[in-house]
């Protein structure tokens, strides 16, 4: 069984050009989800163009986080943004896929890639 370790998640984001990128350290799940929740609201305020999820950083999400980026891709569709998933670990991908939401998603190998699409 792997080691799992109970890692506090940061947030953090920052504009480039017509994008915002938000990145992800740490765990996704029940109790952090809301920190992650908070800063896709304070960013989609601003309607950006394109909302770039980095989740290179995250080795576990749960239901609640993929709820919280379902949540996200719905407001940002009221807007006409768009949102792009990159970077993520096989663990966090594997559960994405489970939950058959890599075909929702627009999902890319990195951030050079989804801030070019």
Do not use: H, W
Request: proline content about 2%; hydrophobic content about 45%; glycine content about 6%.
């Amino acid at each position: 069984m792997a080691d799992r370790r109970n890692t506090a998640l940061t947030v953090s984001s920052r504009s480039e050009g017509r994008a915002v990128i938000i990145t992800a350290v740490g765990d996704v799940d029940l109790t952090a989800s809301p920190i992650l929740r908070q800063e896709l609201k304070k960013v989609q305020a601003g309607k950006p163009f394109r909302l770039v999820v980095d989740l290179g950083g995250v080795g576990y999400m749960d239901s609640s986080g993929l709820a919280t980026l379902v949540e996200a891709m719905q407001q940002a569709r009221k807007t006409s943004s768009v949102v792009i998933l990159c970077a993520l670990t096989d663990r966090v991908r594997s559960i994405f896929e489970i939950a058959r939401l890599d075909s929702v998603f627009t999902i890319t190998s990195n951030l050079e890639e989804a801030l070019a699409k």
